[in-house]
């Protein structure tokens, strides 16, 4: 996410913990970790769809911005029934937070990540980073509910399972649900899993 540098400042200083965007689709998720440029980083903690028309001065005091006329000179939009994606997040402080890289990985990053799959299925007892990565595959942007009930596991042991493969650059979070990232696809393109093992979620 993109600040403008009097916003950074009042971030850095707590005062600002909101912020409202002109989105097609969010640009941010919730837990999502970013870098304020030239030093520290934010956490969203909530986002929500508003139409502009809804908001009232009192949304507007964690934001830093004076009025909803201001707001509006601010995102250029004028008409009531825009749809506005209103943000929350914390300040993480002065760090910044390192990224993990989604991008196509070479063949020597190839297994490395494949080695690194293979001692988190020990740590487990069986296997179930590929079968995951597979799913989210199949059903990008399902619910987290019905991809865990495949697996026969709680939700949120579904959602930690997820960011642990996140931590290694292979997924992302959307809005709801998750998708591969390019890292991911990759990695399933080289080495795949048996596919008549994960069933479609109903």
């Given at each position: 996410?993109?600040?403008?540098?009097p916003?950074?400042?009042?971030?850095?200083?707590?005062?600002?913990?909101?912020s409202?965007?002109?989105?097609?689709?969010p640009?941010?998720?919730?837990?999502?970790?970013?870098?304020?440029?030239?030093e520290?980083?934010?956490?969203?903690?909530?986002?929500?769809?508003?139409?502009?028309?809804?908001?009232?001065?009192?949304?507007?005091?964690?934001?830093?911005?004076?009025?909803?006329?201001?707001?509006?000179?601010?995102?250029?939009?004028?008409?009531?029934d825009?749809?506005?994606?209103?943000?929350?997040?914390?300040y993480?402080?002065?760090?910044?937070?390192?990224?993990?890289?989604?991008?196509k990985?070479?063949?020597?990053?190839?297994?490395t990540?494949?080695?690194?799959?293979?001692?988190m299925?020990?740590?487990?007892?069986?296997?179930?980073t590929?079968?995951?990565l597979?799913?989210?595959?199949?059903?990008?942007?399902?619910?987290?509910?019905d991809?865990?009930?495949?697996?026969?596991?709680?939700?949120?042991?579904?959602?930690?399972?997820v960011?642990?493969?996140k931590?290694?650059?292979?997924?992302?979070?959307?809005?709801?649900?998750?998708?591969?990232?390019?890292?991911?696809?990759a990695?399933?393109?080289?080495?795949?899993?048996?596919?008549?093992?994960?069933?479609?979620?109903?």
């Amino acid at each position: 996410m993109q600040f403008r540098k009097p916003f950074k400042i009042a971030i850095r200083a707590g005062q600002v913990t909101r912020s409202f965007r002109v989105w097609q689709k969010p640009q941010a998720t919730v837990g999502g970790r970013y870098n304020l440029h030239p030093e520290g980083a934010i956490e969203v903690t909530a986002i929500r769809k508003v139409k502009l028309g809804s908001i009232r001065a009192a949304a507007l005091k964690a934001t830093g911005i004076e009025s909803v006329a201001d707001l509006k000179i601010l995102l250029g939009v004028t008409d009531p029934d825009t749809e506005l994606y209103q943000v929350d997040f914390r300040y993480l402080g002065s760090e910044p937070v390192k990224q993990p890289d989604t991008s196509k990985p070479d063949a020597a990053e190839l297994e490395t990540l494949r080695t690194k799959l293979r001692a988190m299925d020990s740590r487990s007892g069986k296997p179930w980073t590929m079968q995951v990565l597979l799913a989210l595959q199949q059903h990008p942007g399902r619910r987290a509910a019905d991809l865990a009930s495949v697996f026969d596991w709680p939700t949120n042991r579904f959602k930690a399972q997820v960011r642990k493969l996140k931590t290694l650059g292979l997924t992302l979070s959307l809005e709801t649900g998750y998708r591969l990232s390019e890292r991911g696809e990759a990695l399933l393109a080289e080495y795949g899993t048996d596919r008549a093992a994960v069933t479609r979620p109903g």
